[in-house]
């Protein structure tokens, strides 16, 4: 199984709103990545987490809350969003995350967010 | 830091012709270079890379070309489809950072019939 999955596809939420996004692996990979990106745009990294301990954080803002339960789960909890974080969001995994060597890194399908 | 850039922003090929992306990027210390592919609704998909030690890797129709020197990546797609119609990346990953890729901006391919 080579496959990053993603729910919800689509996610309509008000700026009062709290949601979660989810994402799963079964790839036994023990690295996993939180990325925005805004149309006509390249991805832009948000989180990274390597074996379930949050290692990068992109200074995103604290109405983004990410959260890795286990080595196969990482959720992206969603509160007091603003208009401009409309975006698809999307879920990477990758064997671990090195300094020196890169693991290439399967993505998931995304989550279009819509802040209304 | 990394900085990417991506040339050209959109490319119109007909099909059965060639396509070449090119990249440039900034920071020595990059040793690994993929090239992504994102059809629309998806999540972006690994179609080739290249490694520093490395000058050029070819997968059937799919070839790139680094020149460590230059800092110039390239990204050939002969005999072009229909299928190849998509966005296009390029990514630079310097060392040291965590597999943290820089990304260019992305080249919009259509392939005509």
Known sequence: DTEVTQTPKHLVMGMTNKKSLKCEQHMGHRAMYWYKQKAKKPPE???????????INESVPSRFSPECPNSSLLNLHLHALQPEDSALYLCASSQDAQETYYNEQFFGPGTRLTVL | GENVEQHPSTLSVQEGDSAVIKCTYSDS???????????????????????????????QRIAVTLNKTAKHFSLHITETQPEDSAVYFCAAFPTGTASKLTFGTGTRLQVTL
């Open chain 1, 45 to 55: 990294l948000m989180f990274v987490y390597s074996y379930e301990k949050l290692s």
């Open chain 2, 29 to 59: 210390a990059s040793n690994y270079f993929p090239w992504y592919k994102q059809e629309l609704g998806k999540g972006p998909q690994l179609i080739i890379d290249i490694r520093s030690n490395v000058g050029e890797k070819k997968d």
